[in-house]
């Protein structure tokens, strides 16, 4: 019998090829959702990369595909052509471990979200809920405190708060789908 080798780290690779141009800007006109990312001794992480995707506002899942713009010249992405809702969004980390993603309202009631750090064996995944759902499944198998972890806050109308804690008290709910 093969034994599977063992998974790396993931990371930090991230300033060349991954994160692009207008990554965040999945719709303009619509809901800001930002956050920080931080690590098991609660301080910020500022290497880490987030991919987001989510349903349009009817709660469909195909995305228009190609929404990014190549620079004629050197073949270079310079970034999204703001007319198309793809329903995917990438974006690293700032040095204080903050994000930020503009986009619609999706129709289910999160944003499925990936994290990618140093020192992670896998890449996480997540959820940020953006309103409460009682018929959900995920969260109705979740103690109160845990569930806490996937709502992301409303700050004001319009914009809302999803940090991620990737260790520690109040360790965000990761899911598993092995």
Do not use: N
Not at 53 to 70: C, F, I, M
Not at 118 to 137: F, K, Q, S
Not at 146 to 169: I, K, P
């Amino acid at each position: 019998m093969i034994k599977p080798t063992p998974s790396q780290t993931v990371g930090p690779f991230y300033g060349y090829a991954l994160p692009f141009a207008g990554g965040g800007d999945l719709a303009h006109g619509g809901i800001v959702v930002h956050g920080r990312v931080y690590d098991g001794a609660g301080e910020p992480v500022p290497d880490a990369l987030l991919e987001f995707w989510q349903s349009d506002p009817d709660g469909g899942l195909r995305g228009a595909p190609g929404s990014l713009r190549r620079d004629p010249v050197t073949g270079a992405i310079i970034g999204r052509h703001g007319l198309d809702f793809t329903g995917f969004g990438r974006v690293a980390t700032d040095a204080d471990g903050r994000w930020m993603l503009r986009t619609l309202m999706p129709g289910l009631p999160y944003i499925s979200v990936c994290v990618f750090a140093r020192g992670l064996g896998h890449h996480l995944y997540t959820r940020a809920y953006l309103r409460d759902e009682p018929g959900d499944r995920l969260l109705a198998a979740l103690e109160p405190g845990r569930r806490a972890t996937l709502m992301a806050a409303e700050e004001r109308e319009g914009v809302y708060v999803f940090d991620v804690r990737l260790q520690g008290e109040q360790e965000t709910v990761f899911l598993d789908f092995g």
